[in-house]
């Protein structure tokens, strides 16, 4: 990350407010002392990040754990919520600027969603229309009207509320359906649909359990208790705070009371990020209609980064170009 990408993070986390929160918290100095020796050694700044973090989440997990605790006691011995109808077909997706304005990988992946999804009811969410589905606190409407809450983290109350309120399926804009072409990916598909809550988690090789979990990919059914306790959370976070102290605290979150419901958990089918991200990784590279096929045929759902496609695009055959031409053909 280079300097001015960091002072751009910076003011959009809150500035000077950020740091005064950190030294609240206690973990300034280490912070500091951390990126000292990052240009000592010529190190990436981003290596200082763990050395803030860490104090920081065992504070937001211990200021706002009662909120969970609290729900925990009022449901102890209540029925689960049925899945008898399994997730509602509704398509959630977000580009707060208006899809207009988006970028044309963003609508290619759009228009991806809805070719693999016909029978689909897509709802594309902006800052006009959001207001018109859900209604979030007016401290949290306020502190994003000010940028005081960046575009992401809105972003992340938004999902998990249009969730917990009508269920669904959230897609980022920048996710890639390539089909359900063959009969394991459609089993695949059919048992995220009969599922309570399914998150794309990241499994390593040869390893059962997950070492982290993504939220850019998220389908519910209506009333979710993970993602209703964790969206009080947020929104009591953000009455409290003008800034952002951890950029992943929905993940520390989910992380958190996805803990105390093992069995929606373990019920969860095993949609992977790892590969998920194959086609991103290999963006920019040589399109091979062979490697195409083969990685199609396993992964379904492929998460992007828009803000590759300008580099992966310098090149006249890359996977990016294929992408946004075959949209363009449609």
């Not at 575009?151 to 359906?177: E, Q």
């Not at 195409?292 to 580099?311: C, D, P």
Request: glycine share 6%; hydrophobic share 40%.
């Amino acid at each position: 990350m280079d300097l001015d990408k960091l002072r751009h993070r910076f003011l959009q986390f809150g500035g000077w407010s950020l740091l005064w929160q950190y030294a609240k918290m206690g973990v300034l100095w280490c912070g500091i002392k951390a990126l000292i020796r990052c240009v000592v050694s010529g190190a990436s700044v981003k290596t200082a990040y763990p050395s803030i973090i860490q104090g920081v989440e065992e504070i937001l997990v211990k200021r706002y754990r009662p909120i969970l605790d609290k729900r925990l006691h009022e449901q102890a011995g209540a029925e689960c919520g049925t899945i008898q109808n399994g997730v509602p077909r509704i398509v959630w997706c977000a580009w707060l600027q208006g899809i207009e304005q988006a970028p044309a990988l963003v609508k290619a992946c759009i228009a991806s969603q809805k070719r693999a999804l016909p029978d689909y009811e897509f709802r594309f969410i902006d800052r006009e229309n959001y207001r018109q589905w859900t209604s979030l606190p007016r401290h949290v409407v306020d502190k994003f009207c000010k940028g005081k809450i960046p575009s992401a983290l809105f972003s992340d109350l938004l999902r998990l509320s249009l969730l917990t309120k009508y269920g669904g399926i959230w897609m980022d804009a920048s996710v890639y359906c390539s089909g359900f072409g063959n009969p394991d990916l459609k089993n695949r598909w059919e048992r995220i649909l009969s599922s309570e809550l399914t998150l794309f988690r990241y499994f390593e090789p040869g390893r059962k359990a997950p070492v982290a979990l993504s939220n850019w990919f998220i389908a519910a059914v209506p009333g979710q208790r993970v993602l209703s306790i964790v969206l009080e959370m947020l929104l009591a976070y953000w009455q409290d705070f003008d800034c952002t102290v951890d950029y992943y605290i929905c993940h520390l979150y989910l992380v958190l009371v996805l803990r105390e419901f093992p069995s929606v958990f373990n019920n969860m089918p095993r949609a992977n990020s790892r590969t998920s991200l194959l086609l991103s990784k290999a963006f920019a590279r040589e399109y091979s209609e062979e490697d195409w096929q083969k990685l199609t045929a396993h992964v379904s759902i492929h998460k992007l980064n828009y803000r590759k496609e300008e580099e992966a695009l310098r090149h006249p055959n890359s996977y990016c170009r294929y992408l946004l031409n075959q949209e363009n053909d449609v």
